[in-house]
Structures are given as structure tokens and as C-alpha cells.
């Protein structure tokens, strides 16, 4: 029996057929950077996205222009596409009207509760729900000038603001974002907005998080932090990398805390003087090869004989290197010796006898 | 005044001069490939992983020859060198008398508590600390079959009995670390652990945690959640990697947590179709020089002037992208405008400017 978490507790929305809180499967979101007016090298981003586990998708709209690939993106793209808008309410709702399965807005830079009422006529009409994205960076004058409030507070009390308003204007089909920079300001933030508005489904990610590394690392620590408290119903780890970088990080982040498992794990020790082969390149080819596999099975590739398969005994499978050969192993029990040219090859011939035919 | 947390309360040890535990700052470590026996080698080594923020370094000792270049490292390194012993007494007895800042040992594989008595009397002659070091994959059979456990309690009932017979030994210079593969796993036993034994500092780390990217991953995640628990006065992040590479997420960690700093922080943006430059390599070739500089200041690489100086002005100074030019900023605040191609340089200026020479 599973305990229940506050993301078991938050209403469901459908973003284009991808249920999204209550339950569901924590999302994986991602952005494209290619302009949409190209539609072509859109898709092309939008399918490498999904090979690496997209399953939802934004798109920002910058003007009018933009608009006029968008609606051929959300006709052919395999997941559904979200419409991302700052400032021009009538980009909004156009893009409704285009196709789009969900609208990000940030209110609190539409320009008017008019202009915001405006967008939401839209979503109820196109039945498309919106996400109300904050950002540390861009609150309204007059929440962010109350001197009685730290930054998380000021995010909590805007966000109530907003969700206030949605619900009044007769729409609940809202998801919720408050992302910052700074990664405990962010955890504190989502806390509480989890603690204030536990109906409302929440859109995680720690924004301009840096480069790959520092980004990997801000995104793991924050909304695993996050995540393993049970709270969050989609996330974006942002990196200013290649999108497509982004999705091993979101899926080890869920995978690293049991909450979703995309392909197989591997297990592989840091390597010490009791070493003697090249570990980090057998562990490397081993990885690429798995992810071609996608079998949900865990993998060990262990530098020593002496500790390897006892310190790897939960694994599916195994390999423990010594001196020109390789002992093969499957749940802490030894198969076999192989020479050291042909580990990688053994390995895999093991893991497609045992797992591939499984049900 | 900042809220005491556990590593406030841990008994504060000294590793060869290095304060660990009792609110001293989260110490970084890191351990050797090169065999010992090279000992160039391993200086080397020690130099490049001083260079990126190692405090304390391991070295195993799988065998008596190895115990020849360990005592000139000792002598030579610039930080305190750790001996890492599995099996064989003798070796953590020699390692003791030739000049190591601290022995790690698994008295569950050390053969009996007599052997074990006798490293206990080395490390009290050449008064050194120990660090008991529990691993999942190798408990003792006694507390491994009790079928009443789970594998954290375990863990912790194996723990608390080394414990016991250190102290009734007369020894309390101790460390503790019970590593497993498990984020989940591992974060549970460690919360135990601060519980049950609240004056013993922690030793973190995740055991085997795989590739870079994965070993990172699994690494931010799960002793970031303990971090910011209050748990664990010093980490080991391991990586399938270079052991140098382990460093920089170490110190990521700690500083996304804000419990210690090292060097500048990058803020920018994961880019989108707003953006016109080429923001992944500017933002790369500005993390770049400032690794060089090692300045406590956050720095920003923006993708676009609509939200760019906005969304950082926190940062202590950034630049905001837009095409063929670039528009400078300091905490919000809008400097100048830079032509595209002098941005980085305008940049380093504006901070050799304002931060170079303050005190």
C-alpha cells in the first residue's frame, strides 16, 4: 500500500489527452527553441524531444508571426504542444483558436484583468486548460513592494491572486508555476503554494538554472527535494543546453527517486587502485547500448572481483572486472568467467537470453 | 542567527589538521585512481583535485606494496591524505604508522573484533581518526539474514554495533558512512543514523551511482535532501569518472543549498524563440573565465532583453542579448549597451571594475 502524497490530493487536468495531477505519472515537459514559423524544424525538435521522452511540449509565441506555423505544429506533432505568451493577450487567444492543447500565461504581465478574462473566454471555449506562470523575476509592483513578505510569500500571495481570480471567472482548469533561480527559494515557494492551494496541479523548475552541470545539478537537488515530498505534478528542467539535454535529467530525477522509470539503470562504481581495466569506457558503452534497449532492468559494471558482485547483489545483471577477464553475475550469483575483449558482447547476450523474451 | 541543525551537534574530529563535524563547513573529498605505488602519479592527481576544491583525498591500499609510495604522498600532499583498507588488518596498522590523516575501514570484512582491536590502537597511537565505513552490498551475515529488518534499518542496527564497540574500545574519533546504490535507500539510513547516533559526524555518498551524468543525478539528489536536512559534515560524490569531475558537483550541491561557495554563480536563461544569439557557448565561455576568477558573485547570461536584466536582477551583474548587441546591467539596473561582439569582454571589464578590488 502506497502512502499518499499532496500530488494524489490535486485536481486532474487533461493537457491534450495527457492527464496532468491527481495521481497521475509525474509529466515530462520540455520547450522548443527552434521559431515556430518554422514548422518544419520544429517537428524535426519536437520528434527528438519525444525519443528522449518528451511528453509534453511549449512552444513560445513571441508576435503574430510566430502564429502562422504553430497551428501546422499542433496538427502534426506527436505529443500535445502548449502555447507560451507574455504580454499580448490577443496572441493568447489566438493561439486557443490554433490548436494549442494549453495556454501558459504570466498574468501579471497580460496587462489587465480584462486582457486575462479575455484568454480565459478563450481556454473555456477551446476546453484547454492554463497554467498560471510565475517567476521570481517579474511580479506585480504591488506585491512585490510589501516589505512585511520575503520573495517565497510574495510568490504564495500573487499566486493566490491569480488562482482567486481564474475560479471567480468560473475556471478551474489551471495548473500552477513559481519558479526562481535560487534553488531553496524555489522549494520553499512550491511548499507552500502545496500547503495553500493543495487542489492546484504544479508545474516544477528552477529557472535559468545555468549551464548542463550547474543546471543538472540545481534541477536534481531542487525538485528531487521537492519531488521526494511528494509534491509536483509535471516539471521542466531547464538547462541553457540543447532541450533535448534536458529530458535525461528530468527522467533521472524521477527514476533516481522510484517515482518513474524510463529504461534500464546502470551501476557502476567510482573506480579505485584495485581497478585494472578502463572502467569508465566500459560503463560508457554499456550505458549507450541500454538506452537502446529501454528494458527496465538495473545493470552492474564493478571494477574489482572482490567486492563487485556482493556490492551489486541487487542487480538484474553484472559484471565485475579483473585482470583480462570479466566475471558475469545475476542477483549477486555467479554465471560465468569471459575474457576481457568480449565483456561488453557477453553482457549483452546475457541481458537478451534473460530479459528480452519477458512478458 | 541561523537555526542549529544535526551537524551542529556531531563531535568534532580533525583529519590531518582539517575540522570535520561540529558545524565546521560541509568538507569536500574525493580519492585517488592512480595506484600508490606511482606516487608522482597520485601528487599529480592530489594537485588537480586540490585545484577544483578537494579538502580531503582517499587512498586504497589494497596490498602491502602499495604501502610503499603511500607514506612519501603523505608527506608530500598539500591535503590530508585518507587510508582506505579492506581485509587485511596489517595494512591499516602499517598505513597508521607511515603517515595517514585517517584510516577508512569495514570492520565487517576486517576478519574478527581482535584485528579490528588492533587498528583501533594504531589509530590511538598515531591519534588519527577512523572512519567506520558501511556499505549495503557488504553487511555482516548475523544482521543481513533478520528477516525483521529493512535494509536501512539494517544498516543502522550494523552501524550502532561497530559503534558500541569503538567507544567500549576507548575510541570516539570516529566518522560514519553507510553507502548504498539506492538514492531512497541511502537517504533513509542516513536520517537514521543522525537519530540514533546524533554524535557521530556522517560521511555522505551515494555508492556506485554510474555515469557523469546518472553519478550526478542520483548524487544531487539524494545528499542534497540530506544537506539541507542538516545531515552529513562531509561528501564524496562518486562518478564512473574522472575523480576530478566529481568536485565541481560536490561543490554544486553545496553551494544550490547555500551552504558553502565556491567561485562565481551563473544565472542564465535555457533560451527560447525569443532568443538571437548563440546563448549556450557565450554562457559556457562566461563560465569559463569565471572559474578563473573565483569570485563569491552571481553573474548573469540573459537570452533576451524583455525579461533578461528583469528575471536577474538579483544577480550582481548580467547581460541581457538581443540582436547584434547586448545590454549591460548590474542588480537590475540598466549599465550600457554592448556591441554582440565584445559582450564577454565588456563583461569581465564591468566585473574587474567593480569586484577585483573590493576587499
Redesign the interface.
Known amino acids: 500500500m502506497e502512502q499518499k502524497t499532496p500530488r494524489d490530493y490535486t485536481h486532474q487536468v487533461s493537457v491534450g489527452g495527457v492527464t496532468l495531477g491527481g495521481g497521475a505519472p509525474v509529466r515530462v515537459q520540455s520547450?522548443?527553441?527552434?521559431?515556430?514559423k518554422d514548422a518544419l524544424a520544429c517537428l524535426e525538435q519536437i520528434n527528438s524531444l519525444v525519443e528522449n521522452g518528451c511528453e509534453l511540449v511549449r512552444?513560445?509565441?513571441?508576435s503574430s508571426s510566430?502564429l502562422e506555423g504553430f497551428s501546422e505544429i499542433c496538427k502534426e506533432s506527436p505529443i500535445p504542444v502548449i502555447a507560451?505568451i507574455?504580454?499580448d493577450y490577443r496572441l493568447a487567444v489566438a493561439a486557443a483558436q490554433n490548436g494549442a492543447a494549453a495556454l501558459r500565461i504570466n498574468p501579471g504581465n497580460i496587462g489587465s484583468w480584462e486582457k486575462v478574462n479575455a484568454v480565459i473566454d478563450a481556454a473555456k471555449q477551446a476546453s484547454i486548460p492554463i497554467r498560471i506562470g510565475i517567476?521570481?523575476?517579474?511580479l506585480s509592483a504591488e506585491v512585490s513592494s510589501r516589505q512585511d513578505l520575503t520573495l517565497p510569500q510574495k510568490m504564495v500571495e500573487c499566486a493566490k491572486d491569480y488562482v482567486d481570480h481564474f475560479i471567480k471567472a468560473g475556471f478551474d482548469d489551471i495548473v500552477l508555476s513559481a519558479k526562481a533561480?535560487?534553488?531553496?527559494i524555489t522549494?520553499e515557494t512550491y511548499r507552500e503554494l502545496s500547503r495553500k492551494l493543495p487542489s492546484i496541479p504544479l508545474h516544477l523548475g528552477i529557472?535559468?538554472?545555468?549551464?548542463k552541470?550547474?543546471?543538472?545539478?540545481?534541477s536534481?537537488?531542487?525538485l528531487?527535494?521537492l519531488l521526494?515530498e511528494g509534491i509536483g505534478d509535471t516539471l521542466r528542467v531547464?538547462?541553457?543546453?540543447?532541450?533535448k539535454d534536458?529530458l535525461?535529467?528530468a527522467w533521472?530525477?524521477l527514476q533516481?527517486?522510484?517515482l518513474r522509470r524510463r529504461g534500464a539503470?546502470?551501476?557502476?562504481?567510482?573506480?579505485?587502485?584495485?581497478?585494472r581495466v578502463n572502467?569508465?569506457d566500459l560503463?560508457?558503452q554499456v550505458?549507450e547500448r541500454l538506452q537502446t534497449l529501454r528494458l527496465p532492468i538495473s545493470v552492474?559494471?564493478?571494477g574489482c572481483e572482490?567486492?563487485g558482485p556482493?556490492?551489486?547483489?541487487?542487480a538484474d545483471i553484472g559484471v565485475a572486472c579483473g585482470l583480462r577477464s570479466g566475471t558475469l553475475f545475476a542477483h549477486g550469483e555467479i554465471l560465468r568467467q569471459i575474457p576481457e575483449e568480449s565483456i561488453v558482447d557477453e553482457l549483452f547476450k546475457e541481458i537478451a537470453l534473460r530479459f528480452n523474451n519477458r512478458p
Chains 1, 2 share one sequence.
Open positions: 520547450m522548443l527553441t527552434a521559431p515556430t512552444a513560445a509565441i513571441p510566430a507560451d507574455h504580454f517567476n521570481a523575476g517579474s533561480h535560487d534553488v531553496l522549494v529557472t535559468e538554472a545555468g549551464t552541470l550547474q543546471g543538472t545539478i540545481k536534481s537537488v531542487g528531487g527535494m521526494a531547464s538547462l541553457t543546453a540543447e532541450p534536458e535525461p535529467v533521472g530525477i533516481a527517486l522510484g539503470e546502470l551501476i557502476s562504481c567510482p573506480t579505485c587502485a584495485r581497478c572502467l569508465f560503463a560508457q550505458e552492474a559494471v564493478m572482490v567486492n556482493g556490492e551489486a547483489k541487487n
